[in-house]
């Protein structure tokens, strides 16, 4: 369903209790690493055919155990794919997650973004006939000296509203 608008806050308790469960989820697994950009282009990657392809050579390993060298670890070797299993699922709760945290700062920010540019309108129209606001006016178009001749939506849209068309 798509959303209307957000109306709500988080409380500095609210943030301080996801930090908290931030880093308790964090002091879970203390042994996460920091891979380099270097280290991260040189690893497998593992997808879903690879991870079958894993888990199909754990099972190969625990069922002909005399086909691997003494020297090879079948017990780590399993530790590490079951990690990859649960970690796998730990990594998509997280993205759904981070999709919605993502997708609400979009939407609000969009929000606040469209209500500045309306009071932006209003300080302009109300700098013309009350003394002191021009320098307001001037400091909020500060955002878009560095857009040249573009206008701002509203204006653009206050324009079509006026005219019938944009640019008439």
Not at 57 to 64: H, I, L, P, W
Not at 82 to 94: H, I, N
Not at 103 to 125: H, N, P, W
Request: no cysteine; net charge neutral; glycine share 4%.
């Amino acid at each position: 369903m798509p959303y209307q608008s957000i109306s709500a806050t988080l409380t500095n308790e609210k943030l301080q209790e996801i930090k908290f469960a931030i880093a308790t989820i964090q002091n879970s697994m203390p042994f996460l690493v920091s891979l380099t950009p270097d280290e991260r282009r040189k690893r497998f990657k593992m997808g879903d055919k690879s991870l079958a392809f894993v888990s199909n050579s754990v099972t190969v390993t625990q069922n002909n155990r005399e086909i691997v060298p003494a020297s090879f670890d079948i017990a780590e070797f399993t530790k590490d794919y079951q990690l990859t299993v649960v970690l796998s699922e730990v990594l998509g709760l997280l993205e759904q997650l981070t999709e919605q945290v993502d997708d609400t700062l979009m939407a609000v920010g969009s929000e606040s973004i469209t209500s500045s540019l309306l009071i932006y309108d209003y300080v302009k129209t109300a700098a013309r006939h009350k003394p002191g606001l021009k320098s307001v006016a001037d400091q909020l178009g500060e955002r878009f000296k560095a857009m040249g001749n573009r206008r701002p939506k509203t204006e653009k849209m206050a324009e079509v509203s006026n005219s019938g068309s944009v640019g008439a």
